[in-house]
């Protein structure tokens, strides 16, 4: 099932969604006119069909029969309002991929009466082609649906296949809501460099470009992470200052921590 000519329907057209298809048509994976963006805000789709030229629907039903691939994209606690305005509604051959934190494939099964799920934990990084994602599908997923959920989810930055579901919920606690986190990171660090005396734009640009460098070299160099720190760690230098102050403040620990609440929460709000 290639995407050529398909339509890929979003149920929903709210954050996740357009970086979604943001990112796809960034890398022309597909053209505008394949995307058909539902969600019951009429404002939304005007903005969303002037920026990037999709079609749009404020009917599910429309949107859910016209298309190849549906994408479930409402917060969790509103799939059941639209998931009964839908249901019956798809071809034999949809494939509905859902990117909805903590609703299982077994409920999205029940409650859409179709067979071919797939769930999956994307993050908005994916609007710029940098998403990360992590995905699962259900037995009665073909080779060809499942090689057209991962050309979507590659489209839009990197993919990874899990085959048991139990991994969504870690995945919620560590990409999904990850972007959180590092932007939090970010802007204490900016607030830093602010409070030392750089203007806020210099100390945007400093801080940002830091931490894509350090990311990406981490992944170019396939340096062990720990090592990467060694090597800008003199002995009683500056970094080592810094880091013995982190360390004190129970870095690691925190965000830990934090994680391991978003797993939690995660789990929570699947039951
Ligand atoms: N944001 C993330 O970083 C992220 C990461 C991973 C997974 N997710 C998942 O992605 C999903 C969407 O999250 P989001 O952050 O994009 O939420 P969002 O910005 O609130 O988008 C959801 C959109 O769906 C609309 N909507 C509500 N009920 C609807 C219905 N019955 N039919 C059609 N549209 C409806 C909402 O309209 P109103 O605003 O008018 O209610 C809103 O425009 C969630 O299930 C979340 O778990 C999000």
Redesign the pocket.
């Known amino acids: 099932m290639s995407l050529k000519n398909q339509t890929i329907s979003f ?9 979604i298809f943001a990112g796809l048509l960034r890398k022309e994976v597909v053209q505008p006119s394949q995307i058909l963006a ?4 009429h404002d ?1 789709l005007v903005h969303l069909a002037e920026k990037y030229g999709v079609r749009t629907t404020t009917s ?1 039903w429309e949107a859910a029969l016209d298309a190849d691939v549906v994408i ?5 606690q ?2 059941a ?2 998931a009964a ?1 839908v249901r019956g509604h798809f071809k034999n051959h949809t494939l509905v991929l859902s ?5 299982t494939i077994e409920t999205i099964e029940h409650s859409l009466e179709h067979p071919a799920i797939v769930r999956s ?4 990084p994916a609007m710029v082609g940098e998403g990360m994602t992590i995905w699962t599908a259900a037995e009665q997923v073909t080779d060809a649906q499942a090689q057209a959920a991962e050309a979507i989810l590659t489209g839009c930055g990197q993919a990874a296949y899990v085959a048991e579901e139990k991994y969504l919920d870690m995945a ?1 606690a560590i990409n ?2 990850g ?2 986190y590092v932007f939090l990171i970010l802007e204490a660090m900016i607030d830093a460099g602010v409070q030392m005396g750089f203007t806020r734009p210099v100390a945007e640009q400093i801080v940002i470009q830091t931490v894509v460098g350090s990311a990406l070299y981490a992944r170019e160099s396939g340096i062990h992470i720990a090592q990467l720190r060694n090597q800008v760690t003199s002995p009683g230098g500056t970094t080592a200052a810094g880091l013995f102050a982190l360390e004190q403040g129970n870095l690691r620990a925190t965000l830990a921590q934090g994680i391991m609440a978003a797993y939690k929460r995660s789990a929570e709000l699947g039951k």
């Not at 539902?38 to 805000?41: E, F, S, T, V, Y």
């Open positions: 149920i929903g057209s709210g954050n996740m969604a357009e970086a539902a969600d019951i805000n939304r599910n479930l994209a409402v917060k969790p509103y799939f309002t639209a305005g990117i909805m934190a903590g609703i934990i994307p993050n908005t919620t999904g809501s972007p959180g």
